[in-house]
């Protein structure tokens, strides 16, 4: 069936890097975007941005700009997120999907990122 | 401060109806579509509503959406236990070129 299987919790300390992966099975990879949003703990969610799977093109929030980083490879139907310079406010569960716009028909399961030294 | 506005809370009782109200400007809801998502506790969203009032297959028409100006809303009849959630509108913000969540609205049924 279509999903988006993400990769496990990590556990990071202040100022290091996280990258989250995003695996899609069941469709055709390259013909959707993957967007990525997060949820910090009691939190609403928040867009971070989205790579187009097809050509690799990504538009990033302002807020996230300079910080994230959206890749993906195609052999492997895997999209990418790596965020930098973590700190205690970026602790949240972050989630993949698969979309246009606002309209995100898949998500994968999330993936629980914890920032603490 | 999410820029879609959503009322924190909604109750009722099983069987009845309730509405949840969003609302954004002009950039937003009034010249984009909208889409409602349902989260339950620990687990992913869950597409509902999209392009204003259409919905996924496999979504009861006990839920619908609609749309008029800067404005949207989610109505859900015959309340169940099952819908007790939280719900997220959302919409593509032209300003920002990107996506807009609102606060989340808590549904309890009473």
């Known amino acids: 069936q279509v999903q988006l299987v993400q990769s496990g919790a990590e556990v990071k300390e202040p100022g290091a890097s996280v990258k989250v992966s995003c695996k899609a099975s069941?469709?055709?990879?390259?013909?959707?975007?993957v967007h990525w949003v997060r949820q910090a703990p009691g939190q609403s969610l928040e867009w971070m941005g989205w790579?187009?799977?097809?050509?690799?093109?990504?538009k990033y929030s302002q807020k996230f700009q300079g910080r994230v980083t959206m890749t993906r490879d195609t052999s492997a139907n895997t999209a990418y997120m790596e965020l930098n310079s973590l700190r205690s406010e970026d602790s949240a569960v972050y989630y993949c999907?698969?979309?246009?716009?606002?309209?995100?028909?898949?998500w994968g399961q999330g993936t629980l990122v914890t920032v603490s030294s | 401060q999410s820029v879609l506005t959503q009322p924190p809370s909604a109750s009722g009782a099983p069987g009845q109806r309730v509405t949840i109200s969003c609302s954004g400007g002009?950039?937003?809801?009034?010249?984009?579509?909208v889409y409602w998502y349902k989260q339950l506790p620990g687990t992913a969203p869950k597409l509902l509503i999209y392009?204003?009032?259409q919905r996924p297959s496999g979504v009861p028409d006990r839920f619908s959406g609609s749309k008029s100006g800067t404005s949207a809303s989610l109505a859900i009849s015959g309340l169940r236990s099952e819908d007790e959630a939280d719900y997220y509108c959302?919409?593509?913000?032209?300003?920002?070129?990107?996506?807009?969540f609102g606060g989340g609205t808590k549904l309890t049924v009473l």
């Open positions: 392009t204003n009032n």
């Open positions: 069941g469709y055709s990879f390259s013909t959707y975007a």
């Open positions: 790579i187009n799977a097809g050509n690799g093109n990504t």
């Open positions: 959302a919409a593509w913000d032209d300003s920002l070129s990107g996506v807009l």
């Open positions: 999907a698969r979309g246009t716009a606002a309209h995100f028909d898949i």
């Open positions: 002009s950039s937003k809801i009034g010249n984009n579509y």
